[in-house]
């Protein structure tokens, strides 16, 4: 009796329903009270980012009475809520604020080499959307939820400068790091004629 118990365990994880790897991160878990009669009865609240890594980011906010149930609520409507983000390389391709409610969060480019130098909601929707380099500031609320709609925010509002090239019908070029395709050789030549 015991071995078809361990086939029929054994069947559901072999499937595995995701396609791609999902980045996966609970940002906050919030405990919540109601006062009843008999006493106090918990309930939990989770804020979860997920993205791809390849510029599909998003978030959900699960509630549940158990923690692994808000988790998978929270992580199941962030699925549904992922959205395109603007990306140059590895970083940003120029500054923006976000904002949402009290939240404000300033994102900067950066070179290769600096990494994220963001905390909490931002990093982890920095990470999942997959910029590797990046200066950021939080400047209004420090609530999680309101920072992390603040970021998304802000990366929806970022345009390459192909895609500001199409809208004007001219050619436009951001800062050199941010391009895909660098070229040494002016720098090369400029540090040749200061030697000279």
Do not use: W
């Amino acid at each position: 009796m015991s071995e078809p118990r361990k086939t029929k365990k054994g069947a559901p994880e072999a499937v595995s329903d995701d396609e791609p790897e999902l980045f996966e991160k609970v940002v906050h878990i919030n405990r919540c009270a109601k006062v009843v009669k008999g006493g106090r009865r918990f309930s939990f609240a989770a804020l979860v980012v997920v993205g791809d890594q390849q510029g599909n980011v998003g978030f959900g906010y699960g509630k549940a009475q158990m923690v692994p149930d808000a988790i998978r609520k929270g992580t199941d409507q962030a699925k549904k809520a992922m959205s395109r983000v603007s990306i140059s390389g590895d970083t940003i391709p120029h500054p923006i604020l976000g904002t949402y409610d009290g939240g404000k969060v300033l994102l900067r480019p950066a070179r290769p080499g600096t990494g994220i130098i963001a905390g909490g909601g931002v990093r982890a929707v920095l990470e999942a959307a997959g910029i590797k380099n990046v200066l950021s500031k939080s400047l209004g609320s420090n609530n999680q939820l309101s920072v992390v709609t603040a970021t998304l925010n802000g990366l929806s509002q970022l345009r390459t400068a192909d895609q500001i090239s199409n809208i004007r019908g001219e050619e436009v070029s951001g800062p050199a790091f941010t391009r895909l395709s660098s070229e040494p050789q002016p720098v090369a030549s400029e540090a040749e004629e200061v030697a000279s």
